[in-house]
């Protein structure tokens, strides 16, 4: 799965305030820079975080936006889902009896991408935005999918 830009963008910059605020506001300009975001981008992201209640803004000098409760209590779903749709790898509307083939069926493979969008959907759910700024991710590390980290199951040419 490959989450949208804007969600992408909105975790990388939440971690970005979290480690950067130590209860102060910080500025989503100072962000941008830190990011290689662009500020415009953000301060879309950040109006619909600051409307969902996951970050607070305070106005004038030395303003800027702090985290509206602790790290250890943001999930990083709640902020994938507060910028993004809802996390899903099918076509097919969410509880919808009409799938997304040209019949209007569900496709073959419907319940393999829909068990994938849960699981992703799981994992984002069970990951606090202090999980990540400490690098406490579990599953990390060489990828599953590359050559040296997985071995072949079809049988052999010999």
């Not at 970005?16 to 910080?26: C, F, I």
């Not at 509880?95 to 569900?106: F, I, L, M, N, V």
């Not at 400490?134 to 590359?146: D, F, K, L, V, Y």
């Amino acid at each position: 799965m490959k989450l949208s830009t804007k969600g992408r963008y909105a975790v990388m910059a939440m971690v970005d305030l979290a480690q950067r605020s130590n209860g102060e506001p910080v500025s989503l300009a100072d962000i941008a820079k830190r990011q290689g975001l662009s500020l415009s981008y953000l301060e879309q992201i950040f109006s619909k975080l600051r409307r969902r209640g996951v970050v607070k803004s305070i106005r004038g000098p030395g303003g800027g936006y702090i985290l509206s409760r602790r790290a250890d209590r943001i999930y990083i779903a709640d902020i994938v889902l507060t910028v993004d749709e809802p996390v899903r790898m099918t076509r097919c509307s969410p509880g919808s009896p009409e799938g997304c083939g040209a019949d209007q069926a569900r496709c073959s493979t419907h319940e393999l991408w829909e068990a994938l969008g849960n699981q992703i959907y799981g994992f984002l759910n069970s990951v606090t935005v202090a999980d990540v700024c400490a690098r406490r991710i579990s599953g990390t590390g060489q990828p599953a999918w590359t050559n040296t980290a997985r071995r072949s199951t079809a049988p052999s040419a010999n």
